[in-house]
């Protein structure tokens, strides 16, 4: 008796004589870059070290295009916004123990974000791994550790052999839901010997499948086509599911509100007559959600960015789909569903009924109306302007990053994206420094657009050595730095509460003569002038830098009482 999974393909002749005979002058890193390509990568990021020389070496003899970025921490963004924006898996190259190590921050915005990026770094030699104290250049006790409670998943390799197999469950690691970024590591040695093992051809790495309970999505269904007052929370989860369009046929369905977290922006058309835009940091949106009689929650894990710092407390039954299995029920009790988005939100589709409510539109004009009449009563028309300048210069199918910054804030809560997975920033981690080089991980994926990078004058400073690396690429990216001479959010948080700000002011370059120096064209504008300067530059091909000195506000929190 045959069964299907005892079948193997048989080589041909050809393939035979081809394993037999591999090309000379391939080393261990050729394994990686051969099972990289065979996996479907076309690009590479990261920042070329001693023990990680034989996979950029083999780089020449491949097809993958390389991206060097100056700082690892950046080349770790700019892959992050690569698999963001393509739902594809990064590739990041990185060498041992302080090269490595830079990289943490970043690697922690992906894992809050879901963003797919499989690491490769390299290690001391096999002689001195087990955690003895041999002095190799950038030793440490053990490596992985370091990564282990960031990453998704470590893959450890000590053997050529292992090379393809351990890259393509890194592969699969990182594209299944939810995604992630994972770690593989491989001893100098390993990578530097030369290899008579045959050229990796067939590679597999599907991702499993995250698909619902029938029996959960049956109650989820029943409880949704019942309600009276139903709502839904859109998180990231829908984004990277691309089940936006899902999401979309369903809120139309059940005639259910829509607010998307500001990590799921562009989960639901901003002006659709169901939308509550993304006002999570609002009273008036947490009162709305509160009253809720049943609360679907897509993608998202109700964390203190998208409770109103864990002010809401609904009152009604929550609905939780989500795939990030620690993320279930962790903040309220629900009917937890572990599942992707996508598939989720289609079984849904396929059970609820369909539920008239001529108000639902009404209730939400109502909300959006209280929303805005509290933002006008604070004096922010700068802010508001500034906001509408960008919207306003940027295409609608070009990306935004943004820093973590005033203007970002705002832009979380009051910024139409515009599209699906056009929208991000660093709020999963909320490290400095994300924006510019995310911008140009996402230029790399697809230059025929201009890419937006925005950011503040302190996070800016984490990134500036990356203008080397946007023109050595030329790379489309107009970098908006809003320059208020220091860390601009702290110093309202330390004077709201001491009294006055301490160590938030800095000396700042000029950058525009900075860029400049670079080769890339910088411009010095004003909140009246943004708008044309701001345009003119992303309509010039490669990158550019746009610098606006202001001191921008925070609209008034609503979750201190």
């Known amino acids: 008796m045959t069964h299907d999974h005892d079948l193997v393909l048989r080589p041909t002749p050809g393939q035979i004589t081809a394993a037999l005979n591999p090309p000379a002058g391939r080393n261990g890193g050729d394994l ?39 700082v690892e921490n950046n080349a770790g963004f700019a892959a992050d916004a690569y698999g963001r924006t393509t739902g594809e898996a990064a590739p990041l190259f990185l060498s041992t123990g302080p090269g490595a190590l830079t990289s943490l921050a970043a690697l922690q915005e992906a894992r809050a974000a ?29 490596q992985s550790a370091s990564f282990r409670g960031v990453v998704k998943s470590v893959h450890t390799v000590r053997t ?19 995604h992630g970024p994972v770690w593989v590591e491989i001893p100098q040695d390993v990578l530097l010997a030369q290899t008579s093992l045959p050229v990796v051809t067939g590679v597999d790495a599907t991702p499993e499948d995250l698909p619902p309970r029938v029996e959960l999505t049956a109650v989820a269904a029943a409880l949704l086509s019942g309600a009276a007052r139903p709502a839904i929370i859109a998180g ?40 509550l835009q993304s006002w999570l940091e609002d009273r008036h949106t947490t009162d709305f959600l509160e009253d809720a009689d049943v609360l679907l929650v897509i993608g998202s894990g109700l964390g203190e960015l998208s409770s109103n710092y864990h002010t809401f407390a ?59 009449a509290r933002i006008a009563a604070q004096d922010l028309t700068l802010e508001q302007n500034v906001l509408a300048s960008v919207r306003a210069a ?39 420094g994300y924006g510019f080089p995310a911008a140009l991980g996402a230029a790399a994926a697809d230059p025929t657009r201009p890419v937006l990078a925005v950011s503040g004058d302190g996070g800016a400073l984490y990134s500036i050595a990356e203008l080397a690396t946007a023109r050595q690429y030329d790379l489309p990216v107009t970098w908006l730095i809003v320059d208020d001479g220091g860390y601009g959010i702290l110093r309202e948080y330390m004077t709201d509460a001491f009294g006055q700000p301490t160590a938030t002011e800095l000396t700042r370059p000029d950058y525009v003569a900075l860029a400049e120096s670079f080769g890339v064209p910088g ?27 202001a001191v921008l506000r925070m609209f008034a929190a609503t979750h201190l009482g």
């Open 32 to 70: 990686v870059v051969e099972t990289l390509a065979g996996l479907g990568a076309t690009t590479v990021f990261g920042l070329p070290g001693q023990h990680a020389l034989g996979m950029f070496d083999a780089l020449r003899r491949s097809d993958l295009r390389y991206i060097g970025l100056r």
């Open 114 to 142: 879901s963003a797919p990026v499989v690491a490769i770094s390299s290690q001391i030699p096999t002689a001195g791994l087990g955690g003895g104290r041999h002095g190799y250049l950038h030793e440490l006790p053990d």
């Open 160 to 178: 050529q052999s292992q090379i393809p197999s351990a890259v393509a469950e890194a592969w699969r690691s990182a594209l299944t839901a939810p």
């Open 236 to 275: 990231g989860g829908v984004v990277r599911a691309d089940a936006s369009g899902k999401l979309l046929a369903l809120a139309e369905k059940l005639n259910a509100p829509v607010v998307t977290t500001f990590g799921g922006k562009g989960a639901f058309p901003w002006t659709h007559p169901l939308s």
């Open 314 to 372: 609904p009152r009604g039954r929550v609905i939780q789909i989500e795939a990030d299995l620690g993320k279930l029920e962790s903040n309220h009790p629900a009917l937890g569903i572990h599942a992707d988005a996508r598939l989720a939100l289609q079984a849904l589709l396929e059970t609820v009924e369909p539920r008239p409510d001529d108000a639902a539109r009404d209730r939400v004009r109502d909300v959006l109306s209280r929303v805005s």
């Open 394 to 432: 940027l295409p609608a199918a070009s990306p935004s990053f943004w820093d973590m910054t005033i203007l970002a804030y705002w832009a979380w809560s009051a910024f139409d994206p515009r599209g699906t997975n056009t929208m991000h920033s660093a709020q999963g981690a909320g490290g400095l």
């Open 523 to 549: 411009v010095r504008t004003t909140p009246e002038t943004l708008e044309t300067d701001l345009a003119e530059a992303l309509a010039t091909p490669g990158p550019s830098v746009v610098v606006l000195p």
